[in-house]
């Protein structure tokens, strides 16, 4: 049972006698008895992130990745496509694909995740490969176990997230994240401390920036900061179901 707004505001109104080292510690406390998301970093030792695409993991839930493997859990990371049908790379399918798969080994390193997996669906096509994907997905969850599987959120503008989320299981927890197109959190964590990793993870997707600049995406977590940060530092916004 929620406690009443008062408590809320009480707790906004302590906010200057608070020590700046506690208060995340309290922020994450006052989620619970308000109305909007839970703030807090999740304890996982084993999880599984799936990426349609090289980068979505890095703009998604790179911070989140690196909070988890840094506390020592097991982060496996699979990505659906090899991204091939980036636009702005003067290059055949083929050589971007192959580009785009080292850009992704090397952002998985900087986030500290092991050593990525591609299942070499289609970029653009997964929707149509929906069957194959799902059978993909639920033998790598079959070996993997993972506590929890973190994958775009199923309402995402872009068709392969959409058909990535319907892959997974639904006996699965899923914790949705945001890509293309802003999601309704009920879960947000505070990336603050590896941001800058998140930003070094991204700025290896040298293909990627020549469609455009990635980076403004993460634009994204300064406002999630809002919602239970009050406005400090960065956060990723996740839905989880």
């Given at each position: 049972?929620r406690?009443?707004?008062?408590?809320?505001?009480?707790?906004?109104?302590?906010?200057?006698?608070?020590?700046e080292?506690?208060w995340p510690?309290?922020?994450?406390l006052?989620?619970?008895?308000?109305?909007?998301?839970?703030v807090?970093t999740?304890?996982?030792?084993?999880v599984?992130?799936?990426?349609?695409?090289p980068?979505?993991e890095?703009?998604?839930?790179?911070?989140?990745l690196?909070?988890?493997?840094?506390?020592?859990?097991?982060?496996?990371?699979?990505?659906?496509?090899d991204?091939?049908?980036?636009?702005g790379a003067?290059?055949?399918?083929?050589e971007?694909?192959?580009?785009?798969?080292?850009?992704?080994?090397?952002?998985?390193?900087v986030?500290?995740?092991?050593?990525?997996?591609?299942l070499?669906?289609?970029?653009?096509?997964?929707?149509?490969?929906?069957?194959?994907?799902?059978?993909?997905?639920r033998?790598?969850?079959?070996?993997l176990?993972?506590?929890?599987?973190?994958?775009?959120?199923e309402?995402?503008?872009?068709?392969?997230?959409?058909?990535?989320?319907?892959a997974?299981?639904?006996?699965?927890e899923?914790?949705?994240?945001e890509?293309?197109?802003?999601?309704t959190?009920?879960?947000?964590?505070?990336?603050?401390?590896?941001?800058?990793r998140?930003?070094?993870?991204?700025?290896?997707?040298?293909?990627a920036?020549?469609a455009?600049?990635?980076?403004a995406?993460?634009?994204?977590n300064?406002?999630r900061s809002?919602?239970?940060?009050?406005?400090r530092?960065?956060?990723e916004?996740?839905?989880?179901r």
């Amino acid at each position: 049972m929620r406690l009443p707004r008062a408590v809320v505001r009480a707790v906004a109104r302590t906010k200057p006698l608070v020590p700046e080292a506690a208060w995340p510690v309290l922020a994450s406390l006052r989620s619970f008895v308000g109305d909007g998301p839970i703030v807090g970093t999740p304890s996982f030792r084993r999880v599984l992130a799936l990426a349609a695409h090289p980068d979505d993991e890095s703009i998604g839930c790179g911070g989140l990745l690196a909070l988890l493997a840094d506390a020592g859990a097991e982060v496996h990371v699979c990505f659906a496509t090899d991204g091939e049908a980036t636009i702005g790379a003067a290059m055949p399918a083929a050589e971007v694909a192959r580009q785009r798969r080292v850009e992704a080994a090397a952002a998985c390193r900087v986030l500290g995740t092991r050593a990525p997996t591609f299942l070499g669906h289609p970029d653009g096509g997964l929707a149509d490969r929906a069957d194959a994907l799902a059978e993909d997905v639920r033998r790598l969850v079959t070996e993997l176990d993972p506590e929890v599987v973190i994958v775009p959120w199923e309402l995402d503008g872009h068709p392969d997230h959409r058909a990535l989320f319907a892959a997974v299981p639904e006996d699965v927890e899923r914790w949705g994240y945001e890509t293309w197109t802003p999601l309704t959190p009920n879960r947000v964590v505070d990336v603050s401390s590896v941001f800058a990793r998140k930003e070094q993870a991204l700025a290896c997707y040298e293909t990627a920036h020549l469609a455009f600049d990635v980076g403004a995406m993460l634009a994204l977590n300064r406002y999630r900061s809002v919602h239970g940060l009050m406005g400090r530092g960065h956060a990723e916004a996740y839905f989880v179901r």
